[in-house]
């Protein structure tokens, strides 16, 4: 009988956001009697002690690093092809974009048969500085070389990356983040609504806009502020669950109850009526999906990913990026419309079942595992 299949995924950072969750939603799907798992980030943390409850293998290595560094770069290359030599790996996953190019490089170096390369968004965007998109197209490009196959979260940017000759075509594919339909049922979620709301002293029929998500600048701090300022008089709500380095635009205002940083953002979703997420850049928000999972409309921004969540008008509103006026214009429609929340919310429970339902998508990436032919 041949031995387990060895398998490692590498991220960057030991968080556990929507990149690392969309990992382990992959590894708690193997088969243990079949494979063998391990993950490498950078240092103990959240996603460690995760791993440690799961019963998995880890291997901390501190030289990886977000930023271009050179000497920790070439140690942290040179250390990964150690462990990958040592190891044997069938195997190796990467993640995030630096850490994936040299995760890559380090897997084909050692003599890995299969290497893959989830694209959680690029680390280029509509409001990057030109000679960045340059730099990391070139590291984009340059590391497809060495993977059996490159996933993309969303079509839109799979598309662009072949456009752009990134990838070849035949070495990429689509497959969505997801969440498990089975985990929402309606009675419960009301429940919780209430059960939520006592605990946080939100008045039972307030109007609830819900936004889960680090506070940083790609999730477009600076509007959130002034869509929550917008809607101050209206009878309506924020409920943040989150934290980060602008947190402290929201604390001073009255019509904001925030949560701070939680392992488990899902147990606040029955709490909305909405979720609003005016991000710049989305590879594909995990944030959007799980709400979708509660029926909560979406009000989101008109950018990539985000269009692969929001059917404009069908389960919520897609918005100019930074225009908060439009934002507080979908809020209040929602809030006055009964019919059309309804409507949106009954679109939600399809849209998963259709597109993000995650046991059919990990089955996906596990059919690319145990293929034994290249992309």
């Known amino acids: 009988m041949p031995g387990k299949t060895k398998i490692c995924h590498i991220q960057l950072l030991p968080l556990m956001s929507g990149v690392q969750r969309s990992m382990l939603d992959i590894l708690c799907r193997l088969d243990k009697n079949r494979y063998d798992i391990y993950v490498i980030c950078r240092s103990d943390g959240d996603l460690v002690r995760e791993l440690e409850r799961l019963g998995m293998n880890y291997i901390l290595l501190p030289s990886l690093v977000r930023q271009i560094n050179p000497v920790k770069d070439i140690t942290a290359l040179v250390k990964l092809v150690k462990i990958f030599t040592e190891y044997k790996f069938d195997i190796v996953h990467t993640h995030s974009s630096k850490t994936g190019f040299l995760g890559r490089m380090a897997a084909r170096l050692s003599g890995v048969p299969q290497v893959f390369h989830t694209v959680h968004g690029m680390p280029f965007h509509e ?20 993977a059996t196959g490159i996933i993309f979260v969303n079509h839109e940017e799979r598309l662009n990356a072949i456009k752009k000759r990134l990838v070849r075509e035949g070495q990429a594919v689509t497959v969505y983040n997801g969440v498990d339909p089975a985990h929402y049922k ?62 402290k635009y929201f604390k001073d205002l009255p019509n904001v109850t925030m949560t701070g940083w939680v392992d488990h953002p ?57 225009d908060a006026g439009a934002y507080q214009k979908a809020i209040l429609k929602l809030k006055s419309d009964g019919t059309l929340y309804r409507k949106m919310s009954r679109y939600c429970f399809e849209k998963i079942r259709m597109y993000f339902d995650i046991n059919k998508n990990v089955r996906q990436i596990i059919n690319l595992y145990e293929t034994e032919k290249q992309l």
């Open 127 to 146: 409001f990057s500085h030109p000679l960045v998109v340059r730099i990391y197209s070139f590291l984009e490009r340059f590391g497809a070389r060495f």
């Open 186 to 247: 309606k009675k419960e979620t009301v429940r919780l609504r209430k059960k939520i709301r006592a605990q946080l002293k939100l008045p039972p029929y307030t109007f609830v806009v819900g936004y889960v998500g680090r506070l940083w600048k790609q999730k477009g701090p600076e509007t959130l502020r002034r869509i929550v300022s917008l809607c101050r008089e209206k009878d309506i709500r924020f409920l943040i669950v989150g934290d980060g380095p602008h947190a």
């Open 266 to 322: 899902e147990q606040y979703y029955p709490a909305f009526d909405v979720v609003v997420l005016p991000s710049l850049w989305e590879g594909l928000s995990m944030t959007l999906i799980e709400a979708m999972g509660f029926g909560k409309p979406l009000i989101a921004s008109d950018i990539k990913g985000n269009r692969e969540c929001v059917w404009h008008g069908e389960n919520g509103f897609l918005c100019p990026p930074q």
